[in-house]
């Protein structure tokens, strides 16, 4: 049974399992709804190909990310404006993973909604606490995880995303789902399936 095509928002800490609900929601989303597909945008997957490149902007946003630091607001705009001009086919559904990050990024997001017809995006915040970020992001040693980088990223997070939550948690023209992230895979997906409606 075909569905209406619906967007959402995924935010919570590095390491809180994005990437790992996002996968299983587009599958589900494909067992109920085979008529569309989902465009998924993961700003950080973008910038990593990005960064790879040799522009004076590639190299600047290169030393920016390999220092912890955020990246600027026109870059990380881009980061999900190339995508979904270029791929977005109209009636699929969106998925955006770690965007916004800022305040004021939310209100740019907000355009692409009511540009695109979207109602009521769906806000899925996973939320773990920076301790279980530290322990988790440290387990996955990735190249860019070293502990004093990690505490950078984690310090932003508070000073940045921390008010654009509010400003979705407040606003009524999204749904709002705070999601405890410290459970089982099963049990976070089984409660976002069905607060979105997923499970009959």
Not at 82 to 109: C, M, S, W
Not at 134 to 163: C, F, T
């Amino acid at each position: 049974m075909a569905m209406k095509p619906q967007s959402f928002i995924f935010i919570g800490r590095s390491g809180c399992g994005k990437g790992t609900q996002v996968e299983l929601l587009i599958k589900a989303l494909k067992e109920k709804d085979t008529e569309r597909g989902t465009l998924y945008i993961q700003t950080g997957h973008e910038f990593r190909k990005f960064i790879a490149g040799s522009s004076v902007t590639q190299e600047k946003s290169r030393h920016v990310y390999e220092h912890g630091g955020l990246q600027p607001e026109f870059l990380t705009v881009h980061m999900w404006v190339n995508p979904l001009v270029e791929y977005y086919n109209g009636k699929d559904y969106l998925i955006f993973d770690g965007t916004p990050r800022k305040h004021h990024e939310a209100g740019v997001l907000h355009s692409i909604f009511e540009f695109y017809g979207f109602e009521k995006p769906t806000v899925i915040y996973i939320n773990i606490s920076p301790e279980e970020a530290l322990k988790r992001l440290l387990k996955r040693k990735r190249m860019d995880d070293v502990e004093e980088e990690i505490k950078k990223r984690l310090s932003w997070y508070e000073s940045d995303v921390v008010p654009t939550l509010d400003y979705y948690r407040h606003n009524p023209a999204y749904t709002f789902l705070e999601i405890d992230g410290e459970r089982s895979v099963e049990e976070i997906q089984g409660e976002i399936a069905g607060k979105i409606g997923l499970k009959n």
